[in-house]
């Protein structure tokens, strides 16, 4: 949920909304690498949820009085806070990103996110897991292609979002201690609403970075990079928010 790849590029109030070839092959990079992101993140939670000695190394059965509960082992625990660390890190130690340095945390976060999201195969059924990640990669589509058509400025909507993101991050530190089915559910719909804004809100603002960048092709690729993960991160989100409504526990 960090937002330190936001840096690229908010100049959409002065872009030339034009549509070019340029820009279409820019955003088709970005779709591309999100898609291959979304595959390998699929796999690897496929591995980590299926192959006993995969499995046995990121999760554990606690019994606990209300009965037994699917948890992380310390491995999986490292593994799914993996990926704010790395994002934090990318604040302070890529002050100026390179292609191969952006593309390795693309795909570091990639890989610890997919590898962690094994404990959703585990806790929902398959069915309920497929449906929703249809549904999540519809709403994508079309948050994605209103973020990319509007005209509208969406500027102060995002700043609006990201305080938003910064909300729900306490208020899921603070459930982690209440424990409340209310509070979680509530969590579940803002988050919804929230990814759902950033879809479009990052969508627009890659049009921007394309614009601003004024063809430097080495920081269209660092950017091709940094896009893909913040769409990344919010399709993610969104679809783990939509599985509190739509999945169905095993």
């Not at 949820?49 to 606690?62: E, H, N, Y």
Request: hydrophobic share 55%.
């Amino acid at each position: 949920m960090n937002d330190s790849y936001r840096g690229y590029g908010n100049a959409v109030g002065t872009m030339d909304m034009s549509v070019d070839a340029g820009l279409r092959s820019f955003m088709l990079g970005v779709y591309n690498k999100l898609g291959l992101g979304l595959v390998v993140s699929g796999l690897l939670a496929l591995a980590t949820s299926q192959v006993p000695a995969v499995r046995d190394l990121f999760f554990q059965v606690v019994t606990t009085p209300e009965g037994s509960a699917i948890t992380y082992t310390g491995l999986g625990m490292i593994v799914s806070f993996l990926p704010i660390a790395l994002l934090l890190g990318s604040m302070f130690f890529m002050r100026n990103p390179s292609k191969a340095g952006s593309g390795l945390l693309y795909w570091a976060v990639v890989a610890s996110i997919g590898a962690s999201l094994g404990i959703v195969l585990l806790l929902y059924t398959g069915q309920s897991v497929a449906t929703t990640f249809f549904v999540t990669a519809a709403a994508f589509g079309g948050l994605s292609l209103f973020g990319y058509t509007t005209k509208r400025n969406l500027t102060a909507m995002g700043s609006f979002l990201i305080m938003g993101v910064i909300g729900l991050i306490i208020a899921m530190v603070v459930n982690m201690f209440l424990q409340s089915e209310m509070m979680a559910f509530i969590i579940s719909a803002i988050g919804v609403l929230v990814f759902s804004g950033l879809i479009a809100y990052d969508t627009q603002r890659l049009k921007g970075t394309y614009y601003a960048l004024g063809g430097d092709q080495a920081q269209m690729a660092v950017a091709t990079n940094f896009g893909a993960l913040s769409l990344y991160i919010n399709f993610i989100n969104l679809f783990q928010f939509l599985l509190m409504f739509l999945g169905s526990r095993e």
